[in-house]
């Protein structure tokens, strides 16, 4: 009901605001790009090993949540780095980092059922039954899900994370090969950018997937 009450609010609103992205980083000169580019990755790789040993520590609802969260984000600086950087590293961290996020995916799911009917179950007490239902299913998940994230390593993608980054700093000293860069990622940004309004736009409250599809 919020989402819905949200989406009407804002679904007569003109789209001039959406029209143009904004500068990617303020007065940041082309020059450095790459070394910009290599600490936003080698940050959000420290996220999501942070987030990773967490899970794999002390394993929850909410450290599953944070795990998802870091890789959706580490696989965002992804897919704008395989827009502008050649070679396989990109390519193959991005479909380990698919393939962990998949494997969690039902259990989140799970837990936001869960959510959703503790809120309503005060006044639909028969959704008791169901409720049950779920926690048995949650405890499948749960193990399974468990056994992944112990078993996920980082010493490969770290290793691809960094050639990556030696990638991006290699060229900091050549104008000209910064510049090549630095128009590469306006034009990747601008490419997101636009398939973000336009989802936006497509937004039909009558199919939940074009709200998913907007969110992803």
């Known amino acids: 009901p919020h989402l819905a009450a949200d989406l009407r609010v804002t679904a007569g609103r003109s789209t001039t605001s959406f029209r143009n992205p904004p500068a990617i980083f303020p007065g940041l000169t082309s020059s450095a790009v790459g070394r910009v580019l290599a600490e936003a990755l080698e940050s959000r790789w420290q996220t999501y090993r942070k987030q990773l040993r967490h899970c794999q520590d002390e394993f929850s609802a909410e450290g599953v949540h944070e795990l998802r969260v870091a890789t959706r984000r580490l696989l965002a600086q992804l897919v704008l780095l395989d827009c502008v950087t050649a070679g396989l590293p990109v390519q193959k961290a991005r479909r380990v980092l698919k393939r962990r996020l998949t494997a969690l995916s039902d259990l989140r799911d799970t837990h936001v059922q869960l959510l959703l ?56 000293h050549r104008s000209h090969a910064q510049e090549r860069l630095a128009s590469a990622v306006l034009r990747a940004t601008a490419g997101s950018f636009a398939e973000a309004v336009q989802r936006r736009q497509a937004i039909d409250l009558a199919e939940m997937r074009t709200v998913h599809q907007t969110r992803v």
Do not use: G, Q
Not at 131 to 157: G, P, Q
């Open 117 to 172: 009917i503790d809120h309503m179950i005060a006044a639909y007490p028969e959704l008791a039954v169901l409720r049950a239902w779920i926690r048995r299913h949650e405890r499948r998940l749960v193990a399974f899900a468990a056994d992944n994230v112990s078993r996920c390593k980082t010493r490969k993608l770290e290793k691809w994370v960094s050639a990556m980054t030696k990638e991006l700093t290699a060229n900091a």
